[in-house]
């Protein structure tokens, strides 16, 4: 079974503008480049939790899944396979690039790559905040933090998500203007979400959580003084997983939500939810988001790409 949210490959033609970015205004710290000259960010003792590689437009390369260990791993591609998904295993390049041990990627059925791994490369005790913060990024156990997919069939989204590759439904958010599901792999509330665009794929956001509510106050004060990063929905708290965080622009389209005091759940007692809003306050939109919501897109069929 998948057990945390590894890594997120994306790509964009202003790649090099992450390393300013990641530093200065998240905290978080560059790593040595991937071979292509992809620009790696470290937010905790993992060798890189993200990678931003070079291309003409921004892009959506691949999802990284750690399944634990070797057998885990293993276990999980065979009962994939039985499923009737299609698996490829990484070849020595590709681990060596991912820092990895083990690799076997697919396609979801919209056509993102997803990746599961065992055996990420760590360095204890390597991580020091690119600038100063009084806690840490919260990693772990809970991995990197969630992402929220953009999909075209919410409903063949969970038929793939959660019946085939077994993540565990957190809640949802349905109204007339939203439609979401969010499943967890962990304790994390959710590593995973998936809102409902007809027509389109890709990825709305990456959300990672500070330990501190100082941090999250001072992320907001240098946003607010950057002229080139908007915050583009303002302080605000979530319905369903109590998340008090911003949403903030990327030199990459794709939007960070930086937060900070998530619940944990427990399959023993957690009983899923149904909100008809995303937040209890706050997540005011700016106009940058009003004029074009946010996320690094492409234009899919409803009936998928992908096995």
């Known amino acids: 079974?998948?057990?945390?949210?590894?890594?997120?490959g994306i790509a964009s033609p202003k790649y090099a503008e992450w390393r300013d970015y990641a530093t200065r205004l998240l905290g978080a710290v560059i790593a040595e480049d991937g071979p292509d000259g992809a620009v790696r960010v470290k937010v905790?003792?993992?060798?890189?939790?993200?990678a931003v590689h070079p291309a003409e437009q921004d892009e959506l390369r691949y999802v990284g899944w750690d399944?634990?260990?070797?057998?885990?791993?293993?276990?999980?591609?065979?009962?994939?396979?039985?499923?009737?998904?299609?698996?490829?295993?990484g070849g020595t390049d590709e681990l060596k690039e991912r820092q990895v041990a083990e690799l076997h990627w697919f396609a979801d059925p919209f056509?993102?790559?997803?990746?599961?791994?065992?055996?990420?490369?760590?360095?204890?005790?390597?991580f020091f905040p690119g600038r100063p913060m009084r806690g840490r990024f919260v990693t772990g156990d809970l991995g990197l933090g969630h992402i929220v997919l953009i999909v075209p069939d919410l409903e063949r989204a969970n038929a793939f998500y959660a019946d085939t590759l077994g993540f565990r439904l957190s809640?949802?958010?349905?109204?007339?203007?939203?439609?979401?599901?969010?499943?967890?792999?962990?304790?994390?509330h959710h590593?995973?979400?998936?809102?409902?665009?007809?027509?389109?794929?890709?990825?709305?956001?990456?959300?990672?959580?500070?330990?501190s509510f100082d941090d999250l106050g001072t992320a907001i004060d240098l946003f607010t003084a950057d002229p080139d990063r908007e915050i583009l929905l303002s302080l605000g708290r979530h319905?369903?997983?109590?998340?008090?965080?911003?949403?903030?622009?990327?030199?990459?389209?794709?939007?960070?939500?930086?937060?900070?005091?998530?619940?944990?759940?427990?399959?023993?007692?957690?009983?899923?939810?149904?909100?008809?809003?995303?937040?209890?306050?706050?997540?005011?939109?700016?106009?940058?988001?009003?004029?074009?919501p946010p996320g690094i897109f492409r234009t899919v069929a409803a009936e998928g790409t992908g096995g």
């Not at 079974?1 to 997120?8: H, N, P, R, S, V």
């Open 44 to 50: 905790d003792d993992k060798g890189y939790r993200v």
């Open 171 to 188: 809640d949802r958010v349905k109204s007339d203007i939203f439609n979401l599901r969010f499943y967890h792999c962990n304790g994390r």
């Open 111 to 126: 056509g993102n790559r997803h990746e599961l791994v065992w055996g990420q490369f760590s360095q204890p005790n390597s």
């Open 239 to 292: 319905t369903n997983d109590l998340m008090t965080s911003i949403y903030v622009q990327t030199p990459s389209s794709m939007q960070i939500e930086y937060g900070h005091g998530g619940i944990t759940v427990d399959d023993l007692t957690w009983v899923a939810g149904n909100h008809d809003l995303p937040s209890i306050w706050g997540h005011h939109r700016s106009q940058a988001y009003l004029d074009g």
């Open 1 to 8: 079974m998948i057990t945390q949210l590894a890594y997120l």
């Open 191 to 211: 590593s995973l979400a998936v809102a409902e665009i007809p027509g389109m794929t890709g990825i709305n956001h990456l959300m990672l959580e500070v330990e």
């Open 67 to 89: 399944c634990g260990n070797e057998t885990a791993l293993r276990s999980y591609v065979a009962e994939l396979r039985g499923k009737g998904v299609e698996l490829h295993e």
